[in-house]
């Protein structure tokens, strides 16, 4: 058995026990970036370390219509490591996904965006250039977030990207480098536009706050009322109501969710519920621990590293009875197996058979 063909396998397996469903769909490919995103607005976010093909794979299983990669430089695609290939290209039965590439070099980026398009073909849905990330080591070089204070630099990104790809290329982007500083979102925005630009993601924090403090949704409306592309709204997504909620007060066409999905592949499904004014479906402990099960399942048969699995323990052991107690003896577990193993003596003790 292909490991591709197994992580196909184990979807079929193990994805319904989860309540979730075995047979992702693509993101539409006809019609306007907008039309598409309005009929499909909840997606999941890029996350370095986390959005691998996996967690990409259980989102889309629980509705996300339509999934990030972590950020990937263009750079390592250009010295061709295949690391930095990994994080790119999609496993079996992945339909598409969207790829995040980070840089700051225009030539770089016209490399990449050509490299991406050719390698992916038609399982590359857009390109999205990250115009947010926080991290000194990446700002040191004028990339990320960095480049909120070089919108002539980040033009020519678009420009060289639009160039070189057939697919949408849309930028992520904050509120402005740092706190205290004006708001740049909706100029910057309306650049990245002029530039090309098909959409526009918008975190509701400076860079200087990285993760922390309250995201302002005010700056999500702010970029809505700026351009006429399409805005994705993100930061603070807890739940699936707020993910409702985001995208009713602040005029975006799509809400992107990030952290909101730790262990909780459900909440875009559950959004899109709320959305149409349906009730959410809350899971269970033994759909919790089924969701779990698969995701290590899938961690395995996409050749990821199994110490991912402790971070997941973490995530999807919420909600269990004496979850520290637990969580300690999953630090524990080295193979598939063993997590298994350990998601069975919960069910037994704590499960509801369902
Ligand atoms: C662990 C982690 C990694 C992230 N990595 C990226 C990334 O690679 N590219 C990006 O544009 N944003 C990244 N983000 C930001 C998220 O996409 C999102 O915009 C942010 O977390 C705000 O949403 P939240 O408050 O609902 O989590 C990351 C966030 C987290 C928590």
Redesign the pocket.
Known sequence: MTPESSAAKVLQDAASLAGLDAKLTAFPREGSLAARLSTHPFIM??????SDSAYRMMARAGGASLAYS??VSVAGLHYGGAKTWELVVPHEPEPDVAV?LFGANPEQFEEAAALVTERLGDRLALIDI?M??PVPKVTRKGEGSALLEDPKRAADIVGACVGHTEVPVTV?IRSARRTGDPEVAADFARAMEQAGASAVAV?GRTASQM?RGE?DWGVVSRVVDAVDIPVIG?????SAADAARMLESTGATAV?????SYGNPWIFGNAQRIHAGERAVEPSVSLRLAAFCCHVRLLEATQAHMAKARSLSGWYLRGVPNAAQWRERAMHCKTVDEYLELAQTLDGLYGDGL
């Open positions: 976010a890029p996350m370095a370390g986390v972590e950020m995040q990250n947010a990330c992520k975190h993760y995201a993100s930061g603070d997504v807890k992107m969710i990030a952290r909101g």
